[in-house]
């Protein structure tokens, strides 16, 4: 079993950054690929970045690749998403998930994910 814990979301301007990060409560951390996505109103939820046990095989969307950056400190069974050049089209509710190494880094289907956190809010005013 494994719970996870978002913060680190608020209110920012564009261009701005923020440092989401996922805290996990649980002794096999470090055995989990870990993942980010984000749920915009009135859309499906959406794939951001990803990394496997190790912090390696990352894989990011489209959409934030050169401006995000995901990491992970197992000896601190925490992720994070760095969050650079922010735009209002951002906005969303991020959510972090965990799954065990079963499925190819490339596969970032949410169905493949076993634990997802509560979510924190990001807001990018323009």
């Known amino acids: 079993q494994l719970q996870l814990v978002e913060s680190g979301g608020g209110l920012v301007q564009a261009v701005g950054s923020l440092r989401p990060s996922c805290a996990a409560s649980?002794?096999?951390?470090?055995?989990?690929?870990m993942g980010w996505f984000r749920q915009a109103p009135g859309k499906q939820r959406e794939f951001v970045a990803a990394?496997?046990?190790?912090?390696?095989?990352?894989y990011y969307s489209d959409s934030v690749k050169g401006r995000f950056t995901i990491s992970r400190d197992n000896a601190k069974n925490t992720v994070y998403l760095q969050m650079n050049s922010l735009k209002p089209e951002d906005t969303a509710v991020y959510y972090c998930?965990?799954?065990?190494?079963?499925?190819?880094?490339?596969?970032?289907?949410?169905?493949?994910?076993?634990?997802w956190g509560q979510g924190t809010q990001v807001t990018v005013s323009s």
């Open positions: 990394n496997d046990w190790s912090g390696g095989s990352i």
């Open positions: 649980g002794r096999t951390f470090s055995t989990y690929a």
């Open positions: 998930a965990a799954r065990r190494p079963l499925y190819s880094s490339s596969d970032h289907r949410l169905t493949t994910y076993d634990y």
